[in-house]
Nanobody, 121 residues
Framework: QVQLVESGGGLVQAGGSLRLSCTAS????????MGWHRQAPGKQREWVAT???????NYAESVKGRFTISRDNAKNTVYLQMNSLKPEDTAVYYC???????????????WGQGTQVTVSS
């Protein structure tokens, strides 16, 4: 079994900051990309940021310059530092990992359960 567990969501005023964490656990052999997506009420889930196992990062234009993704490979953990938050950042944030399980052949996508981020104006 593999689990991705997020933490760090909450309520913050516009202009504030939050830091999300997500740890992957279970029978994991290796992790490739890790990242974050989000889904606002009434909207489709959208990609936010990705980081490779080598540390290469990519960001959606809407968060570039405000959000920073990082990871600790020893802890199978990915972080999302969110600064200068805006009300339009309000969403459920989902952690994502592309990983290989013990006894499996290839890499598969795994998702966390989501953590709510609410930004008040």
């Amino acid at each position: 079994q593999v689990q991705l567990v997020e933490s760090g969501g909450g309520l913050v005023q516009a202009g504030g900051s939050l830091r999300l964490s997500c740890t992957a656990s279970g029978s994991i052999v290796s992790i490739n990309d890790m990242g974050w997506h989000r889904q606002a009420p009434g909207k489709q889930r959208e990609w936010v940021a990705t980081i490779s196992n080598g540390g290469r990062t990519n960001y959606a234009e809407s968060v570039k310059g405000r959000f920073t993704i990082s990871r600790d490979n020893a802890k199978n953990t990915v972080y999302l530092q969110m600064n200068s938050l805006k009300p339009e950042d309000t969403a459920v944030y989902y952690c994502h990992a592309v990983l290989r399980r013990l006894y499996s052949v290839g890499y598969q996508d795994y998702w966390g359960q989501g953590t709510q981020v609410t930004v008040s104006s």
